[in-house]
């Protein structure tokens, strides 16, 4: 189950040069600056283990979709220094968003997680519809897949996604999202195959999976915050 009922997601592309120092801000500063704030439930760092693009999946999920843009985190985003934004500038091919949590099910975590991001017809299909279609006729044959964990369902909270972009010192071009589709397992393989039965979906069309954006990563890094739910 995802740890909250909204998440702030990134997919990156880190310049080769300073991969290891950027990881090395994220576990040492970047991560436990995050997973401070409160409200902030678990953050995941996940690398592509085929040919993805971007490479680098950040999933920071919190406990109310307000957490997003609370004081605290905004003086975060504020509050940079020449590291941060070093750091900031070896990002390549950035997508960002924030988003709620339409659905989530399953009750582990994987250690592989395949990505999609789509773009449904908003002129045929109401939001609604569009969550009820994926729940109803996809998840279900998504979780009765061989080493399938968890399924989780977002859509984009723009507003949120509009603050931090006011307060924030450099990113407001990077890509938006509307609709992302989460699945944990256990392996590779088990991750493939329910990457197949996504792209067969007959459905899908209608929402625009086949434009969507597909990836499969691993686990690099996840810290959980050790403060009881609210």
């Not at 002129?123 to 399924?151: T, Y």
Request: contains cysteine; glycine residues 8%; charged residues 25%.
């Amino acid at each position: 189950m995802m740890q909250g009922k909204a998440v702030l997601a990134l997919w990156i592309d880190i310049d080769p040069a300073v991969r290891d120092a950027c990881d090395d801000w994220y576990v040492r500063r970047h991560i436990p600056d995050r997973i401070a704030v409160p409200g902030w439930r678990r953050v995941r760092r996940f690398q592509a283990i085929q040919a993805t693009q971007p490479e680098t999946l950040a999933l920071y999920e919190v406990q109310e979709s307000e957490d997003l843009v609370s004081d605290d985190y905004l003086r975060l985003q504020r509050n940079v220094d020449a590291t941060d934004i070093r750091m900031r500038d070896a990002f390549r091919n950035v997508v960002r968003d924030t988003f709620n949590v339409r659905q989530s099910t399953g009750a582990g975590e994987g250690g592989i997680l395949l990505s999609l991001r789509f773009q449904p017809d908003t002129s045929s299909m109401q939001d609604a519809a569009v969550a009820l279609m994926i729940a109803e006729e996809l998840v279900p044959g998504l979780r009765a897949l061989q080493g399938i964990v968890a399924v989780h369902l977002l859509q984009q909270a723009p507003e949120f996604r509009d603050i931090h972009d006011r307060h924030r010192k450099s990113g407001s071009d990077d890509a938006r999202v509307s609709w992302v589709l989460l699945v944990e397992a256990t392996d590779r393989r088990h991750a493939q195959a329910a990457g197949e039965l996504i792209r067969g979906w007959p459905a899908g069309k209608k929402l625009g999976f086949g434009d969507g954006k597909l990836g499969i990563y691993g686990l690099t890094y996840g810290v959980h915050a050790n403060l009881p739910s609210r």
